[in-house]
């Protein structure tokens, strides 16, 4: 970066925004392998704030892959570059007072941890939705891990291209055994535990 670009500093705050919003800002990362239900438990999480008054944006992985990142492929380069673009765009919702839910496979630690790092203390929870492989191919929604077995897809997470398990996320979901509705609720408790929520908070009906 040249030294001649230089942080601006605004007269509105990170603090002003999120006194507005009455919320406390957080990124929550969802991570886990391709079909393992890390949107569907992210767009139902958001869902249910949406309806009890809290203020979100739902940052998808494919979607962003449609505008921002359509230049990146799937190598391991372009998967770095992918999730360092989308760590700063979560940054900045960050400080918009926003509460930012991310849903991306994300596979390297290192990657996960540059997001964690670029944000300020106790701003980022990593959940992680661990579904076996063996599951994800069943669902295969999208028909990708019969494209990758079948060579049309290389590259791809789980097959030829490894996935880093967290080693201590904040949440660890076990998506094969939980329903939507349950995986919500543990997201709720422990955001309802860490303050994030205030009190009264309802859970999702199963």
């Avoid at 030294?3 to 919320?23: C, F, L, M, P």
């Avoid at 701003?123 to 939705?129: A, G, M, R, S, T």
Wanted: proline letters at 4%.
């Amino acid at each position: 970066m040249s030294e001649n670009v230089i942080w601006h500093r605004h007269a509105v705050t990170q603090k002003i925004r999120a006194r507005r919003k009455s919320q406390r800002p957080l990124v929550i990362w969802f991570t886990g392998l391709s079909a393992s239900g890390k949107s569907t438990i992210a767009g139902a999480l958001e869902q249910i704030l949406t309806q009890q008054g809290y203020h979100t944006y739902l940052l998808d992985g494919d979607n962003l892959r449609h505008g921002l990142c359509r230049d990146l492929g799937f190598s391991d380069a372009d998967r770095k570059e992918n999730i360092r673009r989308v760590g700063e765009i979560a940054r900045l919702m960050s400080d918009a007072g926003l509460i930012t839910l991310a849903a991306f496979i994300s596979p390297f630690r290192d990657d996960r941890r540059i997001v964690r790092d670029i944000l300020p203390a106790g701003e980022f929870i990593e959940v992680f939705v661990d579904t076996p492989l063996d599951v994800c191919r069943e669902r295969d929604p999208k028909g990708l891990y019969a494209k990758a077995e079948r060579g049309e897809i290389t590259k791809f997470t789980g097959i030829d291209s490894p996935y880093e398990a967290p080693q201590n996320p904040e949440l660890h979901l076990d998506s094969a055994r939980l329903s939507v509705a349950q995986a919500v609720n543990q997201l709720l408790a422990y955001l309802g535990e860490s303050g994030v929520l205030q009190a009264g908070y309802r859970p999702l009906v199963a």
